[in-house]
C-alpha cells in the first residue's frame, strides 16, 4: 500500500524572484570580490580567469540558487527528484542528430565568416583533452538552475518564446561581470553582441528541453558543446549565426513556440 505525498506548504512568497535575486546576488557579488580583490588572491588562487576558485562560484550560482528555493519549497525528497532530471536522455532520434550537429555547424560556420575554419587552438592537439574538463564542469552546471528551475517556472505563464526571451536576458545580463573582468573568455568579446547569442541558445534550447520531457541533461550536453574549446574563433559571428538559427526555428515549430501545450512546468521529477 502507498501513500500519497502531500507537498509541504512553501515558505517562499515569490520563489522564482527568490531563484533569480539569489542567482544575482552569488554570482554578480563572486565576480565583484574577484574583480576587487583578485590582486590579494593571486598570490594563493593565481591571476583570474575562467577556472578561478571564485569565479567557478560564480559560475555555479544558479544551481546553488535553484538547490535552495528547491529545498525551501519542498525539502530534500524535492531536491532529489529535480536532480533526476540529470538522467532523462530520450526524446526524438531528430532532435538528437540536431543537438549533436547543430552547435559545430554553427560554429565552423561561424568561423568561415570570421576567417578562421582552418585554424586549431591547441598544439600538440591532445593538450585539448584536459581542456574539456572545466568545460563539461562549469558552464554545463548552470543548467540546474536555469532550465532545470526558472525554464518550467516560467512556462507556468508565459508560452515556450516568451520563456526563452525572459530567461534568454535574465541569462546573458548575468554574464556582464565576467566581460570587465581579464582572463575570461568574455573579456575579449563585445557584451552587445553576445546578449544576442544569449537570447538565440535560450530559444533553441527551449524545445530541446520540452520534447525531453523537461531534461536537464539535454540542455546540458548543448551547453557543453557551446564552451569546447577546440573550435576556430567564430566571435562575434556566432551570435548572429545562432540568431538566425533561433528564427528559422520559431517559424518551422511555431505551433511549440506559441502554444502552452507540450511546455514542461514541473521542477521535479516524480517517479511512479
Not at 565583484?32 to 594563493?44: K, N, R
Not at 532520434?93 to 587552438?121: D, H, I, Q, R
Not at 583533452?129 to 536555469?146: K, N, T, V
Amino acid at each position: 500500500m502507498t501513500t500519497k505525498r502531500t507537498p509541504p506548504q512553501s515558505r517562499l512568497r515569490r520563489p522564482l524572484v527568490v531563484f533569480f535575486a539569489l542567482t544575482f546576488l552569488f554570482g554578480w557579488g563572486a565576480l565583484a570580490s574577484l574583480i576587487a580583490f583578485g590582486g590579494l588572491m593571486e598570490p594563493v588562487f593565481g591571476p583570474p580567469s575562467g577556472t578561478h576558485p571564485v569565479f567557478v562560484l560564480a559560475v555555479y550560482s544558479p544551481e546553488f540558487a535553484a538547490l535552495y528555493v528547491i529545498w525551501r519549497e519542498g525539502g530534500l525528497r524535492d531536491v532529489r527528484d529535480h536532480l533526476r532530471r540529470l538522467i532523462l536522455w530520450r526524446m526524438p532520434a531528430g532532435w538528437w542528430w540536431f543537438l549533436l550537429l547543430a552547435m559545430p555547424a554553427g560554429k565552423y560556420v561561424s568561423a568561415l565568416l570570421n576567417g578562421t575554419a582552418g585554424e586549431f587552438p591547441f598544439s600538440p592537439w591532445y593538450l585539448v583533452l584536459p581542456a574539456l574538463i572545466p568545460a563539461l564542469l562549469l558552464g554545463p552546471i548552470e543548467e540546474l538552475g536555469w532550465r532545470g528551475y526558472a525554464q518550467p517556472m516560467l512556462q507556468r505563464r508565459f508560452n515556450p518564446l516568451v520563456t526563452s526571451l525572459v530567461l534568454g536576458f535574465f541569462w546573458g545580463l548575468w554574464h556582464l561581470p565576467a566581460f570587465l573582468l581579464s582572463g575570461t573568455p568574455q573579456s575579449a568579446w563585445s557584451f552587445g553582441p553576445f546578449m544576442l547569442g544569449a537570447f538565440a541558445l535560450s530559444i533553441i534550447m527551449t524545445p530541446l528541453f520540452n520534447v525531453s520531457r523537461g531534461s536537464i541533461l539535454i540542455p546540458a550536453l548543448f551547453h557543453f558543446q557551446a564552451n569546447i574549446p577546440a573550435y576556430p574563433e567564430g566571435q562575434p559571428w556566432e551570435n548572429y549565426v545562432f540568431a538566425l538559427v533561433a528564427v528559422v526555428m520559431v517559424i518551422w515549430k511555431r505551433d511549440h513556440f506559441f502554444s502552452r501545450d507540450g511546455a514542461v512546468t514541473d521542477v521535479v521529477l516524480r517517479i511512479r
